[in-house]
Each structure stands twice: as C-alpha cells, then as structure tokens.
C-alpha cells in the first residue's frame, strides 16, 4: 500500500474513526490523541493492509488495541497509586404542569444520555462489539476481524450486550 492509498483512507474513513474514538475515549482531547495514534501506527504497518480487504474495519482494529494498551498502563499505575476522579451527577430536568416542547426535547436528551450512560457501564467485552455493529455499522465477520475473536462469540457477546441493555434500562423504567 502506498502512502497515497492511505491518504484516501484518511479522506474515507477519517470521520468514522475519529467519532469511534471520542466514543471510546469519552472526550475529545484523548480522542484526538488515539486518532493520531491510530494513524501513526497504520502508517508503521503499511504493508498489512489489504486493500481489498475493510480498511475501516483494521483501522477500527489498531485503534481498540491502542486503547486497550493504554487502558492496561492506566490501570497498573492506577493500582500502585490510585487517581481519584468522580464526575459531578447533572441535575435531572424537573416540570410543573404541562410539558412544552422544550420539556419534551429535554427528557429525550436526559433518555439518550441514561442509555449512553448503561451503554458505558457494560463490561468492554460486550460494549465494543455493540458499538462496532450499531455505530459503525460493521458485519459479524469484520468485527470477529477486528476484535481477532470467532463470529460466534462475537453474536453471543452482542446477544449478551443487548440482554444487559434491556435489563437496566427496564429496571430504570424504559419499557421500549
């Protein structure tokens, strides 16, 4: 591969991997440094991507293993020396009366956030492969590619993720 071919990736599937990371990641300054990274560590392994083959799912691919090493590095420092940090809780919107158009948008932005939020709280085992499907819209097979894990395991991961999902936001009072 060339480095023109990667250049057109960029160009192609830059957007998706960008928002994969700041999905991951959870805010755009680490996302910005896993997409650079990505991009850092795809330009080293030029020679493997096959471009007839899904270039976006390797992509996809580098950045998770990038994430998941750093992840593993925060974590064996984290349990030498522990780093607190809590994230304050939001208020939840509150009525009186009627509810207008703005209540309305309000408790469908306070949904899609509680099902971000149990989205975040799944084990990443079941979270990335939902992500992977829903979000970027991979088949089974790319993201077996991807994770480097059977097809099967991958549809009892989904089938498992979709499970827990239902459960919590059920119990929370989302009968949908």
Not at 61 to 89: D, F, G, Q, T, Y
Not at 95 to 121: A, F, M, P
Not at 139 to 149: M, P, V, Y
């Amino acid at each position: 591969m060339t480095i023109q071919e990667l250049e057109q990736f960029i160009a192609t599937y830059g957007t998706d991997i960008y928002s994969f990371c700041v999905y991951l990641t959870g805010n755009r300054p680490e996302a910005e440094e896993l997409y650079q990274d990505t991009f850092l560590k795809t330009l080293e392994l030029l020679d493997k991507i096959q471009k007839d083959g899904n270039p976006k799912s390797y992509l996809l691919s580098v950045a998770i293993r990038i994430w998941k090493n750093r992840n593993r590095k925060i974590n064996r420092r984290n349990s030498i020396a522990p780093m607190e940090s809590e994230e304050p809780m939001e208020p939840a919107a509150g009525g009186n009366g009627e509810r207008s158009e703005v209540e309305d948008h309000l408790l469908k932005k306070e949904e899609i956030r509680y099902v971000q939020t149990t989205l975040r709280k799944l084990p990443e085992k079941y979270r990335i492969p939902l992500c992977l499907y829903y979000r970027e819209e991979l088949t089974i097979e790319d993201i077996a590619g991807c994770l480097r894990i059977p097809q099967g395991t991958v549809k009892s991961r989904l089938h498992k993720a979709r499970e827990k999902m239902k459960e919590e936001l059920e119990a929370a009072g989302y009968d949908r």
